[in-house]
T-cell receptor
Framework: AQSVTQLGSHVSVSEGALVLLRCNYS??????LFWYVQYPNQGLQLLLK??????LVKGINGFEAEFKKSETSFHLTKPSAHMSDAAEYFC?????????FGKGTRLHILP | GAGVSQSPRYKVAKRGQDVALRCDPI?????LFWYQQALGQGPEFLTY????????KSGLPSDRFFAERPEGSVSTLKIQRTQQEDSAVYLC??????????????FGSGTRLTVV
């Protein structure tokens, strides 16, 4: 069975600082991995996805993630946080016929 | 339409009441998914349609939950005899392709159900 574990339910960073949100996955098949963002009272928006091409994946809003098979990780980073990045972030992995989500990490941006 | 539309946006139901939640996917999208998101949690899979066929309903928590997509476009999630633990945001997502996980989904804004 496939699953993801997000480390840290809340992460706080200062505006302009590096953002690092951690995700580890478990998959019995070659994984397809995703990061989604959810703003308050909205649905989920796809930030980026890994589908077995390049291991460094660039997404929208300056985010990127690196697939590391040896560490079973797919951490999300952004070099410089902006106030508008405050939201809930979900790591996800493909299941048999659906996407399986982690529990989420709420990102707080400190002025 | 331009995006996935869900209605109503908010629903308050008395315990024991039946509710129906509607999802209007992006035109032409083959795959449609329902997820349940409890407060402070990630979305949990409920059910999946490919056109009008319900291919996976393994996530429906009980036989009080029922979903349909009779013409392969609009879908309705029905919850009978609602209970307090049904309170959550119900998210609908659609995807153009059959291999939906490859492309990711387009999500609606959800219906927030509160059972009192």
């Amino acid at each position: 069975a496939q699953s993801v574990t997000q480390l840290g339910s809340h992460v706080s960073v200062s505006e302009g600082a590096l953002v690092l949100l951690r995700c580890n996955y478990s998959s019995s098949v070659p994984p397809y991995l995703f990061w989604y963002v959810q703003y308050p009272n909205q649905g989920l928006q796809l930030l980026l996805k890994y589908t077995s091409a390049a291991t460094l994946v660039k997404g929208i809003n300056g985010f990127e993630a690196e697939f590391k098979k040896s560490e079973t990780s797919f951490h999300l980073t952004k070099p410089s946080a902006h106030m508008s990045d405050a939201a809930e972030y979900f790591c996800a992995v493909r299941g048999d016929d659906k996407i399986i989500f982690g529990k989420g990490t709420r990102l707080h941006i400190l002025p | 339409g331009a995006g996935v539309s869900q209605s109503p946006r908010y629903k308050v139901a008395k315990r024991g009441q039946d509710v129906a939640l509607r999802c209007d996917p992006i035109s032409g999208h083959v795959s449609l998914f329902w997820y349940q998101q409890a407060l402070g949690q990630g979305p949990e899979f409920l059910t999946y349609f490919q056109n009008e066929a319900q291919l996976d309903k393994s996530g429906l928590p009980s036989d009080r939950f029922f979903a349909e997509r009779p013409e392969g476009s609009v879908s309705t999630l029905k919850i009978q005899r609602t209970q307090q633990e049904d309170s959550a945001v119900y998210l609908c997502a659609s995807s153009l392709a059959q291999g939906a996980y490859y492309y990711g989904y387009t999500f609606g804004s959800g219906t927030r159900l509160t059972v009192v």
